[in-house]
């Protein structure tokens, strides 16, 4: 009896101390994602850094603000988008597209359900992975990037570079809990209400799936996540190509009502199989296809 005693103590220690070294981990390659970028003033994103780890592609090095803290050893810019000159994605047309239709009484705070819990199980649609301002990923769910959407990645790059185009992922997969930091670093320095319109808050950020990219071109740092992206060859090439490689511009022009954001050109999203070309063939997006808020 004592010896089975011992056994399990030794097993939770032994478990508890991989935890500790996978956590420690963790945080260890999210101190290289530090926030040293431009403080946005009137955006209304949620796109918030650029995440360095993600990429393994040579970084741009651009100085920072005067203003802003830089961490050691960090010299990648995290601009938050700029803003949309349209002026599109208010708070009203969130308000609207995010509350649910059953209940009156449910209060939206910039686009967020107020009091929603945290999610238990992350929410699918016939196999298909969703986080929306509807539907947030669990604290605990931390897959890391998916191996598959890299790959696709990987090709999409290589036959942008075909066409002349040199086409750089500046940020993918985002953990929970650099999330966390991330929007309470923002909301420290602007204000929640600020926070909100350009950083999701944790759990909320289609980063955290594994299989989203932020998607700029090299030489063009200036345009990354600002919609002009959006006009240049590359960007136009990346909108009308990208389903070819099983990724969908997550958040199209002119459809901040249904996905709770407004235009982000450089935001896309890997989706198993061809459902990328049947969402980008229909014109819609990825709420509209799936038929969910
Ligand atoms: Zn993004």
């Known amino acids: 009896m004592g ?16 935890y500790k070294y996978e956590v420690a981990n963790r945080d ?18 949620q796109e918030p850094p650029i995440d360095e780890s993600v990429s393994n592609i040579e970084q741009p090095t651009v100085t920072p603000n005067e203003d802003e803290e830089i961490k050691e050893g960090n010299t990648v810019p995290t601009d938050v988008p700029k803003a949309n000159a349209n002026g599109n994605g208010t708070e009203g047309s969130k308000d609207k597209t995010n509350a649910p239709k059953e209940n009156e009484n449910v209060s939206i705070e910039n686009g967020y359900i107020v009091g929603q819990q945290p999610a238990k199980e992350p929410k699918y649609v016939d196999n298909i992975l969703i986080a929306n301002k509807k539907y947030p990923l669990p604290a605990t769910f931390n897959e890391g990037e998916s191996a598959t959407a890299r ?9 942008a570079g075909q066409q002349g185009y040199t086409l750089i992922a500046f940020s993918g997969y985002r953990s929970y809990e650099y999330q966390t930091d991330l929007y309470n670093r923002y909301v420290n320095r602007d204000g929640k209400d600020a926070a909100d319109r350009y950083s999701a808050r944790p759990g909320y950020s289609e980063h955290q799936t594994g299989l989203t990219f932020d998607i700029g071109e090299k030489g063009k740092e200036a345009l990354w996540l600002t919609s002009e992206f959006g006009e240049t060859p590359a960007g136009k090439w ?17 459809k901040e009502d249904v996905t709770g954001y407004m235009y ?7 989706l198993e199989g061809d459902t990328a070309t049947k969402v980008y063939n229909a ?11």
């Open 28 to 45: 260890g390659a999210n101190d290289n994602d530090a926030v040293t970028g431009q403080v946005p003033t009137n955006v209304d994103e």
């Open 283 to 293: 014109g819609v997006t990825l709420e509209e296809y799936l038929g969910i808020e």
């Open 264 to 270: 982000e050109s450089w935001h896309f999203r890997y």
């Open 3 to 18: 010896a089975i005693v011992s056994l399990l103590l030794i097993i939770a220690i032994i478990g508890s101390i991989i």
């Open 151 to 159: 790959a696709a990645l990987d090709e999409m790059i290589a036959a």
């Open 238 to 254: 990346l909108a009308t190509n990208s389903h070819k490689y099983g990724f969908i511009l997550r958040y199209p022009e002119g």
